[in-house]
C-alpha cells in the first residue's frame, strides 16, 4: 500500500525565470535538479513531468482579490474546504479563530484517522505545549487564563500557543498527533521546524538535542514516514526568508531545504509519495512579500504524475492524498 509525505514548506511559490528576483534561479540546487532535470523551480503553466517527480503550480487565490496568506492558505490545503471563502478573504499569519475547529477536526490527519490509517506529525514542539493542550483545545481561551505571575511559564506557554495558531500543529492537534517533544527530538523520532535543532540548542536551551545538518532531518524524516501511513511535516524557514527580502538569505534557505530533500530522498522507500507542497508564494519574489504566484507542488515516488495532475489548487491535496491511501 502506498504511503503519503505531505511535506509543507511555508511560502514557496513558482516565480519568474528571472534571475534578478527569483532565488531558485540563483542558487546551487542539485536535489532540485536532479528531479527536474536541469529545469529551474519557476512558473511555466501545465504541470512538468519528469522520471522521478512532478511539477505543479498550485492556485493559491481561490477565486478571491488580494494577497494569499497563511492562516486561510494552510486551512485549505490541510482540510480540502475553501477556508478562504468561509473566511471571505485571505487571513494570516494563523488561523482565523472561527476556522481552527474546522482544522482540527477535518484535516487530513484526522480523516485518514478516522478512516483507519496510521499518521504522525513528525515535528517536534516544546514539552510546554502540553500544559495549554490538557483536554481544551480552545487555545486562545486557555491563554487568556494563564497565570501571569508565573513569567518564565507564561512566556513559555504562550510561545507554545502561538505555536498552535498555525494549520499544521493545529490540524496535528486535532488528531491526537502533537506528541513528539525533546526526548522524540533528541533520538532522531522528530524533527525540528527548522531542520537542524538549532533553535532548540540555543534559543530552548535544549542542550541534549543534538546539533544536525539538513541532510540528516531528511534521513530523519523519511525513517519517521516509512512507519505510518500518512506523516505530515512543516517548514516554515522559506516564508521568513521571504519576508527579509535579501537574495543571499533566501539562496541559503532554498540551499538548506535542497539538502534536506536530498536526505529525504534518500531515505525513502519505493512505496513512499513525498508530497511538497506550499501555501502561497514569497521567496520565489525577492522583492516582495507574500505573492499571487502559483504555490509550489513537487511530487516525488511512484505515481507522481497522476497526483500533480489533480492538484489544481489548494482544496485538491487533502482529497488527491486521501485517494491515494485508499489504493
Ligand atoms: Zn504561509
Redesign the pocket.
Known sequence: MPRVLLLFV??VGLGATDAGVNPFLVARLPTFDGLLEGVPVAARGAPQHYARSSLVGVDAILGFAGIP??GT??AALLTGSNAVEMHGRHF??WVPSRLRPLVRQESVLARALGAGYTGAFANAYPEEVKELIGGDTDMSRKTATLPSDVPGHVARARRGSTFLRAGPPLAALGAGLLTRHTPELERGEAVASELTNEGWRTGLGRTGVPAIDAVQAGLNLARIASAYDITLFAHYAT?YAGHEQDMAVAVRTLEKLDAFLAGLIEGADENLLIVVV???G?IEDVRTGHTRNPALGLVVGTGHAGFARRLKSLVDITPAIMDVLAT
Open positions: 511555508d511560502g496568506q497563511s492558505g494552510q494570516g499569519p516564508d506550499s501555501d502561497h514569497n
